[in-house]
Nanobody, 113 residues
């Protein structure tokens, strides 16, 4: 199983981006999928997660601005990021928990002020 994150880029504060995480196999069996981010010089931090039943959880810093979703038919995880702030600048990683913990490569999001 491979996870491929995409959709990062350079935006201005207040703008939106949608990240995608395409999975090479079926995501039906993943109990939990999510997004983490890592800013320069910082540890990787939790951003959002979604369970197989659709329940979601968010870091306080992104609540009300980010929306996580999954499309099982397309085997893809999404992160809709609205009202972006410079402090959202980071490399974003997707992950999935099934029989083991899978990680995708990161996609860079840069938010200018």
């Amino acid at each position: 199983v491979q996870l491929q994150a995409s959709g990062g880029g350079l935006v201005q504060a207040g703008e939106s981006l949608r990240l995608s995480c395409a999975v090479s196999g079926s995501i039906d069996s993943f109990k939990l999928m999510g997004w983490y981010r890592q800013a320069p010089g910082s540890a990787r931090m939790f951003v959002a997660a979604i369970g197989s039943g659709g329940s979601t959880n968010y870091a306080d810093s992104v609540k009300g601005r980010f929306i996580i979703s999954r499309d099982n038919a397309k085997n893809t995880l999404y992160l809709q990021m609205n009202s972006l702030k410079p402090e959202d600048t980071a490399v974003y990683f997707c992950d999935a928990i099934g029989s083991r913990w899978y990680w995708g490569q990161g996609t860079l999001v840069t938010v200018s002020s």
